[in-house]
């Protein structure tokens, strides 16, 4: 937390994943917001913040958009980030990202042409603009693939984030999926449960999913799969605490099986539970489940 008890949010990412969206909600919780600003501006930005104001209208949420759009300036963003370490000013990085198909999708749909794409390429500036952001991608505090997000589901994420009262404890989301669709972009922690029983292979429990009573008793009358939930659970016990102390505020698990149906689905909503139980905030989430929402 920095000075003042300022709670500052820097939001960057790829063009197209949604950022404009991500900063609104954020205005909408109250935070003092400010788009595409220049990362060379962001030391008299903070100045500005930390002068006296009369009582209660001191700023204490602020929220930044620096991305490519910035141009030559952007390159000043590194810069910017070792002058608030520096300073030791609290902040955190919000960086949202999309696959390429998607976000190719959306500029045409739109009909707005990419930063960095001066004759119209679109994907090789996507890919670019990737290639400039690996860097602070790895700095980010929280990561989110928009790709299979509508605009409902992402402000849900940042609410769940960055609503008051939320900033100092641990969020956990736990996602299941389906290895054959990929992996979820974004996630810290990846397990893949697909050496455990597979109902799929079961006639009478192929069409329905993890959340049916039917495949869940099968899958969890295996000792199998009592000793998995056992050990990762001791897994998570030891490294969520770790995870605090080094300032983490979202903590994404992801629990893949073949198709996203069975295993991942009960593994999830059990693991869930389970932190639930012991006192942490924890939303579950399954990506593909609806791909198999068919019954007989």
Do not use: W
């Amino acid at each position: 937390m920095a000075e003042n008890n300022l709670r500052l949010v820097i939001i960057t990412g790829l063009s197209g994943a949604g950022k404009t969206q991500a900063l609104r909600c954020l205005e909408d919780l109250g935070f003092f917001c400010v788009d595409n600003l220049p990362p060379t501006l962001l030391p008299g930005f903070i100045e500005l913040l930390r002068q006296p104001v009369e009582e209660g209208n001191q700023v204490k949420k602020a929220a930044v958009v620096m991305d490519i759009r910035g141009g030559r300036f952007f390159a000043g963003l590194d810069e910017a980030l070792n002058y608030l370490d520096r300073e030791k000013l609290g902040y955190e990085i919000l960086f949202l990202e999309a696959a390429d198909e998607v976000l190719v999708r959306r500029y045409k749909e739109t009909r707005r042409r990419h930063p960095l794409s001066s004759e119209g390429r679109i994907l090789e500036g996507i890919i670019e603009e990737r290639e400039r952001l690996q860097e602070f991608r790895g700095r980010a505090s929280k990561i989110i693939d928009t790709s299979e997000l509508t605009p409902r589901q992402l402000r849900e994420e940042i609410i769940e984030l960055f609503a008051a009262g939320a900033e100092n404890q641990l969020a956990i989301s736990i996602i299941s999926f389906g290895y054959k669709y990929g992996i979820p972009l974004d996630a810290d922690l990846v397990m893949d449960v697909r050496f455990l029983p597979n109902p799929h292979y079961i006639p009478s429990l192929r069409p329905f999913t993890g959340h049916d009573r039917c495949v869940e008793e099968f899958i969890m009358s295996s000792p199998l799969t009592h000793n998995f939930l056992d050990q990762f659970a001791g897994l998570l016990r030891f490294l969520l605490p770790h995870y605090t102390a080094e300032g983490k505020n979202h903590l994404v698990i992801a629990i893949g099986c073949t198709g996203g149906q069975h295993r991942s689905v009960t593994l999830a909503n059990k693991l869930g539970s389970l932190l639930q139980e012991e006192g942490y905030r924890v939303t579950v989430k399954h990506r593909d489940v609806i791909r198999h929402q068919k019954r007989p």
